[in-house]
């Protein structure tokens, strides 16, 4: 009871306690969870054809909703607790008002902040979560869901956590000196790896739906795409961890890359195929948020804007000439909504370019070492953030193939759907469908009729005919239904 009194005592007026920066890291950490849920929900419901619009969005849902549980349960620990291993802390909860209310710190980084606990806990679960949220970006429209919940918190401990602790929890990345703003590597290098990885274990979407993606709901998308840039103002101002000057410049740096890289890609898109394209931009936009996220506080404004053209054309390259042409991307990795190229490719990027253009005031601003980058002779910086890319890359495509092989072949879980739900999409995994325009609600809950439904869709794709009365397929033709000439089942 003691213990307990002096707790609320020195907590009444916390001398460690800046009112200001917790404002805005709480405040940054929403626009962070705002990018999630709903932006990239709602990007990814417009971005992907109608039947896949829920499903989408539920992967995005579901992992946003696991990673936190895990997260205060034992995850938060291995990424920023006290020293188990050079790349993880020990794992644990943070669950009592004991360890929340109190100063933050990073313990292994002998970092301390002026906000609670509790505070830092979800800023960073927020990164934790868009992290597994950008994966599903790969995996849309054929991934088992029930594979995906497994897959969610295995990879959140095994692969996220580890890449967290040793770039930011005080790990031998850390201590290297390898510069990583706000999560270029930790974050997109590692989800756009691990994007492609999965990719490969899980097997392509069906012929069809790979020949003709076409998005269902252009502004949908569009909405979310506003969300995300603007979010980004938290992703990267609230890394300081304070309402510092680094955090002002971060946040005008990242806007200052996103849009002179939007610009870049669209301008390719005219020169290559005389259009500009909205769709293009978009990515353009994603490719200059990613690739100056570990630079943002690090470099200049002029920084910015090289960093903004690289991002514009060299994942434009990647995307458009090695994504259409070679037949790794074709035939090998369907990547669905091509996070290899705007995250994995954006991402490390971003991190070489980071150790050429740091500025010695923006690592002295961030509490970095004050070396800078090779503009400012110190050409390590280089060959360090090279080294740190290696280990991202080469940890996730290990653990990443290991916990894939681990639901299939362990869970006894297929990775992914079988080809009859590929067909039918939304309707056949969760019994509903998106857009409900009319007075028709048997798609909003699995009923006789909805299965029915399913099989007539399975039936055309097969050249049958279906029997009302018990859904069963039938070569003959069938009273009150006849085939027009376009080879669709009409039922009178």
């Known amino acids: 009871m003691a213990n307990v009194t ?10 460690w306690l800046d009112t200001g920066d917790n404002a805005w890291q709480l405040t940054a950490a929403s626009f962070v969870a705002l990018q999630s849920v709903p932006g990239l929900c709602m990007l990814y419901a417009g971005i992907v054809k109608k039947k896949w619009a829920i499903n989408s969005m539920f992967m995005a849902f579901y992992a946003f909703a696991a990673v936190l549980i895990c997260w205060v349960i034992w995850a938060y620990k291995i990424a920023f607790g006290e020293y188990m291993l050079p790349f993880a802390g020990r794992p644990g909860p943070v669950l009592t008002m004991g360890e929340t209310i109190v100063q933050s710190n990073l313990a292994s980084a002998d970092l ?12 960073q679960f927020v990164f934790a979560a868009i992290t597994l949220v950008l994966i599903a970006g790969a995996f849309l429209a054929r991934m088992n869901f029930t594979a995906w919940m497994v897959f969610v918190p295995l990879w959140l401990t095994f692969s996220y956590c580890v ?23 930790v974050i997109h290098l590692s989800s756009g790896t691990a994007g492609f990885v999965g990719a490969w274990w899980i097997g392509p979407r069906l012929k069809q ?3 003709n993606f076409q998005p269902n709901n252009v502004a949908l998308m569009m909405l979310g795409a506003g969300i995300l840039w603007i979010g980004w103002n938290g992703f990267n101002g609230g890394d300081p961890y304070s309402a510092s000057p680094d955090a002002g410049v971060a946040v005008l740096h990242t806007n200052i890359c996103a849009a002179f890289s939007m610009l870049t890609w669209t301008a390719m898109d005219i020169i290559f195929y005389r ?7 978009i990515n353009g936009m994603i490719t200059g948020l990613v690739a100056i996220t570990p630079a943002a506080g690090f470099v200049a404004g002029w920084g910015a804007i090289i960093i903004g053209f690289c991002s514009g054309t060299i994942p434009w390259l990647s995307m458009n000439i090695a994504g259409k042409k070679w037949s790794l991307f074709t035939h090998h990795v369907d990547d669905c909504l091509g996070v290899t190229h705007t995250h994995a490719v954006a991402g490390a990027l971003g991190g070489f370019l980071t150790g050429l253009f740091a500025t010695t005031t923006g690592t002295y601003a961030f509490g970095d070492a004050i070396n800078g980058g090779a503009i400012e002779g110190n050409g390590r910086q280089v060959w360090v953030q090279i080294v740190g890319a290696l280990f991202v890359i080469g940890w996730n495509v290990v653990w990443t193939s290991l916990i894939m092989m681990f639901i299939k072949y362990v869970c006894r879980i297929p990775l992914r ?3 009859e739900m590929l067909i039918i999409g939304d309707d056949a995994i969760h019994g509903e469908e998106a857009y409900c325009f009319n007075d028709d609600v048997d798609g909003l809950v699995p009923t006789h009729t909805t299965e029915l439904r399913a099989q007539e869709k399975i039936a055309v794709l097969h050249g049958r005919d279906i029997e009302e009365g018990n859904g069963q397929s039938s070569s003959d033709d069938s009273p009150g239904k006849e085939t027009g000439t376009d080879g669709v089942i009409k039922i009178d």
Do not use: C, H
């Open 6 to 15: 002096e707790l609320i005592a020195n907590l009444e007026t916390p001398e």
């Open 112 to 123: 301390l902040q002026n906000f609670p606990k509790a505070t830092m806990i979800y800023f």
């Open 163 to 185: 890449g967290a602790y040793s770039l930011w929890g005080g790990g031998f990345l850390f201590k290297l000196g390898v510069l990583d703003y706000s999560g270029g590597y």
């Open 209 to 211: 739906d790979r020949e």
């Open 275 to 281: 259009k500009p394209s909205i769709i293009g931009a």
């Open 417 to 419: 759907m079988s080809d």
